[in-house]
């Protein structure tokens, strides 16, 4: 049963528009929420993370929304830019029950020229 | 360079061998969690260790186990290896115990099952 998932594996946008990634979970019980961003042949990197408490959080050009009644949490990229193009993972956890992060299936993003 | 090493980098084994793959953290970083990636999967939790001890399990095989060493080095280890086991292992680091420290993840050893 896949408790996080990121139907759209992958996804077109020009240079200098806005991304948006979707994620969608099904454990109300996560109360923190993370995205990482991986090139080929690297490891994830951490991207930016929310809190249950909150409904967006912005650092930089990225900006991660949460809506709990939906179960649902986006990140926009805004500009994006051709170094924005690798595959995105939303991430999702219970703090109070455990230390273990569920990930999604990935994104693929473009940025086309 | 997160700073976190794995190897290594490659590994082609037959059915039913055993494998060890090696993870070390970044320097001050006390935890390291081990991750499964399959194709077209997302990162699968294996296991989280903090200062040498077992902190958290996710959904490692019997057949797999892993430790963590007094240099805080970790290896994991994969026996009676199946098809079914080629993946990218990862490994990350962070420096506290629980998730809402930042994991720094290396760049993965390729598994190959033949």
């Known amino acids: 049963d896949q408790q996080v998932k990121q139907n759209s594996p992958s996804l077109s946008v020009q240079e200098g528009r806005i991304s948006i990634l979707n994620c969608d979970y099904t454990?109300?019980?996560?109360?923190?929420f993370l995205w990482y961003k991986k090139y080929p042949a690297e490891g994830p990197t951490f991207l930016i993370s929310i809190s249950s408490i909150k409904d967006k959080n912005e650092d930089g050009r990225f900006t991660v929304f949460l809506n709990k009644s939906a179960k649902h949490l986006s990140l926009h990229i805004v500009p994006s830019q051709p170094g924005d193009s690798a595959v995105y993972f939303c991430?999702?956890?219970?703090?109070?029950?455990?230390?273990?992060?569920?990930f999604g299936k990935g994104t693929r993003l473009h940025i086309l020229p | 360079d997160s700073g976190v090493t794995q190897t290594p980098k490659h590994l082609i084994t037959a059915t039913g061998q055993r494998v060890t793959l090696r993870c070390s953290p970044r320097?001050?970083?006390?935890?390291v969690y081990w991750y499964q990636q399959s194709l077209d999967q997302g990162l699968q939790f294996l296991i989280q260790y903090y200062n040498g001890e077992e902190r958290a399990k996710g959904n490692i095989l019997e057949r797999f186990s892993a430790q963590q060493f007094p240099d805080l080095h970790s290896e994991l280890n994969l026996s009676s290896l199946e098809l079914g086991d080629s993946a990218l292992y990862f490994c990350?680091?962070?420096?506290?115990?629980?998730?809402?420290?930042?994991?720094?993840f290396g760049p993965g050893t390729r598994l190959t099952v033949t």
């Open positions: 991430a999702a956890s219970d703090l109070d029950r455990d230390d273990k992060i569920i």
């Open positions: 320097s001050g970083d006390l935890s």
């Open positions: 454990n109300s019980m996560f109360d923190y």
């Open positions: 990350a680091s962070s420096v506290g115990a629980d998730i809402s420290y930042e994991q720094y």
